[in-house]
């Protein structure tokens, strides 16, 4: 029984249309809204998410095909980060206590932002699925069991899922024009640096939505024909470096491979166009029905949400972040390579959504010039940290699969650094400095006003 109520509430907490919906209808009952409104706003944020998953499930239908012929064409074997596949090969044997560190760490970071200041709600589920499954992996390596693991991951998992959205919102602010909607998804060190890297580099670059085209290729204009017509010679290119016998044999059921080729990569911009319809449904219902636990439960809270919120505000820099992610993250193998290391392959899912991502983010403080550089390294970041990830994921570290984006490396790879080097005790220590320093950050930044106006009078 108690394992099919864990089951059940994590079937419910790692589905952003589920869990989105629940925190819609929260809000608007909180400000006791008609129930026509409450039906209405939590229809249509529901709505909104499962657009968002059709549309990514649309996308990664197209990118797989793409991936497996890249592999084809170019001979290369090694470890393909993709963190459902890592996650469900960790479920079978770490199921029960990645359940109850995602329930009570969904508690936690609702306690955390009530009284730090680190105010976000962090509501993509199933990256709070993934970061408590890798959490329970690493200190169950570290020796811990029981209570103590459930606790000591609760509490690193609410504080993970309110700071790393906080480290996004100064970039967040210049992308959206305004501070309503926070950033939830865990390769966020991929997307400050590309926004760094677009500070520095990017003066006097023009944004990617302002690319100039020849009249003849107005129509280019659209984001959607650009997408479409890009993926298209992108496809048929690696299409024909692979060659018909393997993808019509594997992949295409028979279709000629150039049709089927042609057919995946304007698919794959059904998938943008679908993904950016239902960001816009999501903003609108989720915005106002947050309101009410804002105001409630955590003043001044802000929702964080899944990397395609941003898609919509430059959709060209999205295009523009895959291509150099992934170009990124060919430069990498060929290093690991070169250099005898872990070959870490470049997984085109992670690197369409951490790339594209990164492009907007490297677009809204460097124009062109952030886009293109700052994705590139995002391709680089999420491939090197892989290699520093595997020694601490204990026998998971064997697999040829491992978590994809930054964030996830960046946590393993200090705490189980951490875990291997002063044990559980040191695991411990490092959580409750991090939640302490935060609760006392809050109480200071709130005394600073009273003491300069003890001063001023």
């Known amino acids: 029984m108690v394992k099919e109520i864990l089951r059940l509430f994590m079937d419910i907490l790692s589905q952003p249309a589920v869990l989105v919906a629940l925190i819609s209808f929260i809000g608007l009952m909180m400000q006791k809204k008609p129930s026509s409104e409450v039906i209405k706003g939590t229809t249509k944020s529901f709505l909104g998410f499962i657009v968002i998953s059709a549309g990514a499930g649309i996308l990664v239908g197209s990118l797989e095909p793409f991936g497996k012929m890249f592999e084809e064409a170019f001979h290369v074997n090694g470890v393909v980060p993709n963190n459902e596949a890592i996650v469900a090969m960790a479920l079978s044997e770490f199921g029960t206590n ?41 200190l169950a390596v570290a020796g811990m069991e029981g209570v103590l693991l459930v606790v000591v991951g609760s509490i690193a998992l609410g504080f993970i899922m309110a700071f790393f959205p906080a480290l996004a919102q100064p970039f967040m602010k210049k992308i959206t024009g305004g501070d309503q909607v926070g950033f939830g998804h865990f390769s966020t060190l991929g997307y400050i640096l590309s926004g760094y890297i677009g500070r520095f580099v990017g003066k006097n670059s023009k944004s990617t939505e302002e690319i100039n085209f020849p009249k003849g290729l107005a129509f280019l204009r659209d984001s959607s024909v650009s997408i479409a017509l890009t993926m298209t010679v992108l496809y048929v290119i690696v299409a024909l470096f692979t060659g018909p016998s393997y993808i019509e044999a594997e992949l295409s059921g028979g279709t000629h491979y150039l049709v089927y080729s042609v057919i995946q990569a304007v698919t794959f911009a059904a998938g943008v166009f679908v993904i950016l319809s239902g960001v816009r449904l999501v903003l609108a219902e989720i915005v106002p029905a947050f309101k009410g636990i804002s105001t409630k439960l955590v003043p001044n809270a802000k929702p964080a949400l899944d990397c395609p919120i941003v ?117 411990v220590a490092t959580i409750i400095v991090a939640v302490v320093v935060s609760v006392f950050w809050n109480i200071l930044r709130k005394s600073k006003p009273a003491d300069q106006n003890k001063l001023s009078a």
């Open 311 to 427: 898609f919509p505000y430059a959709p060209n820099a999205v295009l523009i972040g895959f291509f150099c992610s992934f170009l990124g993250g060919i430069v990498g193998m060929a290093f690991l390579g070169a250099i005898g290391g872990i070959i870490i392959l470049p997984g085109v899912v992670p690197h369409f959504f951490t790339g594209a991502t990164a492009g907007v983010f490297g677009n809204a403080t460097g124009g062109i010039r952030g886009a293109t550089i700052g994705s590139f390294f995002n391709g680089l970041l999420i491939t090197f940290l892989p290699v520093f990830l595997l020694p601490v994921l204990g026998d998971l570290g064997f697999a040829n699969t491992t978590f994809s984006d930054a964030d996830f490396g960046a946590v393993g790879i200090v705490l189980g650094n951490v875990a291997n080097s002063f044990g559980s005790t040191g695991v």
């Open 98 to 138: 990645t359940a109850l560190i995602m329930f009570f760490g969904m508690f936690a970071n609702i306690l955390i932002a009530r009284f730090t200041r680190l105010k976000y709600i962090f509501l993509t589920g199933h990256h709070t699925l993934y970061m408590a499954c890798m959490i329970a992996v690493i």
